[in-house]
């Protein structure tokens, strides 16, 4: 039975000394987003952090960095800790094909809908939102899991899409949304002001862990991310109804329910963003919050982003790179070995692949970039060789600097899909891109006479692991 919900982990984390309570009051601004980023510079083994004692929040909890480290997102998902990303990335990829047949299964009388808040008693600032940056905005719910349906069939759990949009607290009950447009959500709300219809919207704070990493996996529309968040979590997913009949996670802490208003676009941000700068301020969607439900005694929950290390690097890109890797092997199934989408959510895309014949690499390159791993990511790609490991950034640069021949192996697009919080667009969602060659050419390509060093040292390896395990006790 795997870890169902945000309580689940808190749980686990504790076990693990990995919990560090807050006890002493805090203000949530600027205290909690300090924490957090100070918890941060230990990407390995930083700590969750419960902040139990909020001015102005009294009696409520707030929790960040639950998935922050790598210590703690092997805990959520049962893998050993002590192994290499690119180990860690191995034993998803194998456990990938068994996600897509996740179970989730409708109850009654669900956790997040024990107590509910209506009508004029809906108050967004009774909640412990904050600006995690001094030039953020506004106050920020930077975690949530939001839920969109497709108006055509929304009963179809396939076509659901749940995302991970910023919101900005606006007022009492109106929200800004940044949704991408080339996000799933972003279809969906299409679809609905086509029609001329607000769309509803369920959003979701303190989402079950694999929910929370699902949202932030850019899956194929027909591919459930309620389905792979089972199969992550490796139990039964188990959802609610909201009033307006959306598919949540029943043990959600708490459920924000509402409308984006059709056609309605005004500014939000701006807001401290994962290139270490600001967003700007843009016309975004308009949220209104009808209804919000929630668990008893429930958990707020937030995260940090800014510059550095944040929790999306291992909440979500260890699983970015898998399924990554299954949108390039598509459409080149025996060449792809692997590929690391670690960097800046894929904004850089290292592939280890096989060089099938001269210049093969740069077909690979290009194929990533046409797929759905490069739409407006994979601004900066590298090929190398299958026996590199991608993950392993001296291996990378190494080959980079003696594979690469500056006028045949980088390819420049200069005017291509951007990332629109890339501060180098101009326009924002429009961008060039860098395909670096750095795979051993082979025939018809050639290289000067050079010979590829190799020696097999799994035998040894596994003595030396043995021997220093006996030395170390
Ligand atoms: C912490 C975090 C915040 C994010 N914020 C946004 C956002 O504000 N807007 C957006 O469009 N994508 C944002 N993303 C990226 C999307 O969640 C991600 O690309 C996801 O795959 C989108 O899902 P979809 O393609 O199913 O819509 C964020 C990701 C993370 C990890």
Redesign the pocket.
Known sequence: MGIVDLRGLIQALEAKNQVVHVCDEIDVEPDAAQFAKAALADPEAGPALVFENMRGFKGQRMVMNTLASWKNWATAFDVDENTTVYEKYKIMEKRWPKCSRGRVKFIDNAPCQEEVIEGDDVNLYDFPVFRSNVGDGGFYI??PAIVTVDRDDPENLDLT??????VQVQERNMCG????F?????SHLRKYEAAGENMPIAICVGAPPAVSSL?????N?DQS?FKYAAGLQGSMLKLAKTSAGLPVPAYSEYVLEGEVLCGVREPEGP?GE?PGTYSGVRNQCRVKITRITHRKDPIWEE?Y?GDGH???NC??NLI?CISNTEAIRERMPNEIVAVNAMVA?GMVLIIAAKNRFGNFAKAVAYNAASSSAGLGHGKIIIVVDPWVDPFDYEQVFTKMAFRVRPDKDIIIAPYDIGMGLDPSNDPVGVSGRVMIDATTPVHPDHMRDVQQIEIDTTEKAALLKELLAGLRG
């Open positions: 930077a975690k899409n749940i995302g991970m949009y910023r949304l940044q949704v991408m080339d996000h799933d959500g972003a949202a932030c996996i850019p899956l529309p991310e807001f994962f995260l982003l944040a929790e999306g909440m979500s970015t959510h």
